[in-house]
């Protein structure tokens, strides 16, 4: 049974910004190192934001799949749909979960291995220059206003650390492959919480 209660915070809370070390890393989150990861090309600009969505068992959330996937722990035997995964050796930096907490398991200073074969405007290999954001849902589940706010603050502490000047989803850089996060990701609520220039976003 599908999950769809938003966490509500009080509206007038003060959250402490999101900043980006020198290693790469955010604090305040929490981190879960994943082995799935390289160095990135020489002198690579960090200039793109990709965002995703991922539950496993597919339309399922909660529990530790996603982490298992990332760290190469995942259980082929807990589920018919894990058996043809397991072995794949993937990674995002970061995972927004349905309440809003946020996970990083990669350094952005190094290569996640999210995007696959993908390209903007004609620039192929987008893992060399990009930043992987996970968002816990699925094509068709509308995503909570908890994420929509992690979101918003995870990528204002990543524009004051990255060269950061596009944001786009699976489905834009791999379009023959990917569909999300799909169509039921707000891109206009997430641009207007996380104050972004019109033409960052997909046309």
Request: with cysteine; hydrophobic share 35%; aromatic share 8%.
């Amino acid at each position: 049974m599908h999950d769809h209660t938003e966490i509500n915070e009080e509206p007038n809370k003060t959250v402490p910004c999101l900043t980006l070390d020198a290693q790469g890393w955010v604090g305040g989150v929490q981190h879960m190192p994943s082995p799935n990861c390289d160095a990135r090309p020489t002198d690579c600009d960090i200039s793109l934001l990709v965002i995703h969505n991922i539950s496993l068992p597919p339309g399922r959330f909660g529990g530790r799949a996603i982490e298992d996937l990332f760290l190469n722990r995942l259980d082929p035997t807990a589920h018919p749909d894990f058996v043809g995964i397991a072995a794949l050796r993937v990674s995002a930096h970061f995972l927004i979960r349905r309440g809003g907490q946020i996970v990083q398991f990669v350094s952005c200073a190094q290569r996640a291995w999210h995007a696959g074969e993908s390209s903007l405007a004609g620039r192929s290999r987008c893992n060399d220059f990009s930043v992987g954001i996970e968002l816990e849902g699925t094509d068709f589940v509308a995503f909570t206003s908890a994420q929509y706010r992690a979101l918003a603050r995870l990528t204002t502490g990543l524009r004051r650390g990255l060269p950061l000047r596009a944001v786009r989803g699976h489905e834009h850089i791999a379009p023959k492959r990917k569909t999300d996060p799909g169509p039921c990701f707000d891109w206009r609520r997430y641009a207007r919480q996380a104050h972004l220039p019109e033409d960052w976003l997909p046309a």
